[in-house]
């Protein structure tokens, strides 16, 4: 009875009794071919136009289907197909080596495998079913969309909430001499967070709070006698409050402000303060002057008595506050300025 040929890897099956003198020889030949299946590189050029190159796989004979790691190469000017005959199962290492904007599929004769897209120059881990080839989803694109060696980045959708990345509590970035670097701690059901918001040229960048609450503030807290140091001036910007029968005043929101009067006012309790905030006004009179104020029952001036307007059209007084959780305790004021 004559040798057969397994269906996969093409190894020469011999019978017993037969290949006698060459029985070693031929057993040599089989495990030549093993470690090309477990172990064997190859290049194949598929350079050219579009076009189908098939891989072959000859019975007990070194053949280009039956490497574990093919690496295709050459300069492709059209969309290439490569091919190994059905029926083989086994597990390949697929390396697109080509230069040239144009897709590699890697499949079976008769049946479907993956591609490489036109700009993946990368590696694919692929197995075949003996029907189709399949991709195993193990591939250097897909660990390079999360991190590219050349450019360090966090990102690549790593988690079913559709979030960049997640961090345990208490754990966070190291620099690279494994020192702690910035360390995220967990608040339960937290629904409130950071935003920081990059900017085009000519903008200032954004390190905002947000959250699900429709008010959510930033608390800085420094350890035992630490401090927080600006290299730079820290400020509110001024806002000009609406001039109204009664002006009304957002002490969170426009903590530094000045208004305008055309006409005889009165000046609101400030919304949303909180007890140790400091406040200013800057009330100025409208080229006419003679307009007065009449402050609400929440400010609080030296012995009760508030104090009386400058009435020079276009001159400025100014009013520093305090809050102390009931009443906004005037600190200073400064009348009769010249505004300009």
């Known amino acids: 009875m004559a040798s057969s040929y397994s269906t996969d890897l093409k190894l020469e099956l011999m ?142 959708d790593l988690d079913a909430n559709s979030y960049d990345i997640q961090f345990d509590d208490a754990t966070g970035i190291r620099d690279d001499s494994d020192n702690e670097h910035l360390i995220f701690q967990k608040t339960a059901s937290a629904v409130n967070y950071f935003e920081m918001t990059n900017a085009a040229t000519g903008n200032n960048v954004g390190f905002s709070a947000n959250g699900s609450d429709s008010d959510v503030g930033i608390d800085v807290t420094t350890k035992g006698s630490g401090f927080i140091k600006f290299n730079d001036a820290a400020y509110n910007p001024e806002a000009t409050l609406t001039d109204a029968a009664t002006v009304t005043w957002d002490a969170q929101s426009q903590p530094v402000a000045k208004v305008t009067l055309t006409a005889n006012r009165t000046m609101g309790a400030p919304s949303n303060g909180v007890a140790g905030q400091f406040i200013s006004l800057l009330v100025i009179q409208d080229a006419g002057g003679t307009n007065t104020l009449t402050w609400n029952a929440v400010y609080e001036f030296a012995s009760d008595t508030p104090p009386t307007l400058t009435t020079t059209g276009d001159l400025g007084d100014l009013f520093v506050f305090r809050y102390n959780g009931s009443k906004w305790l005037e600190v200073g004021r400064n009348q009769a300025l010249t505004l300009s």
Request: aromatic share 6%; glycine share 12%; charged share 15%.
């Open 15 to 156: 019978v017993t009794g037969e290949n006698s003198g060459t029985w070693g020889d031929k057993t040599n030949t089989n495990l030549n071919l093993l470690q090309q299946a477990i172990a064997g590189y190859q290049e194949v050029s598929i350079a050219g136009g579009a076009q189908t190159t098939p891989l072959d796989m000859i019975d007990a004979t070194i053949s280009n289907a039956r490497n574990a790691v093919i690496k295709f190469t050459g300069t492709i000017t059209g969309n290439q197909i490569v091919t190994i005959p059905d029926g083989i199962e086994k597990v390949y290492t697929i390396v697109n080596g080509t230069s040239g904007a144009f897709t590699v599929q890697f499949k079976t004769s008769s049946g479907t495998g993956p591609t490489f897209s036109a700009t993946d120059k990368g590696v694919k881990s692929l197995y075949s079913n003996g029907t189709d080839v399949i991709d195993t989803g193990f591939s250097s694109s897909a660990i390079d969309a999360v991190v590219d060696d050349t450019s360090p980045q966090l990102g690549g």
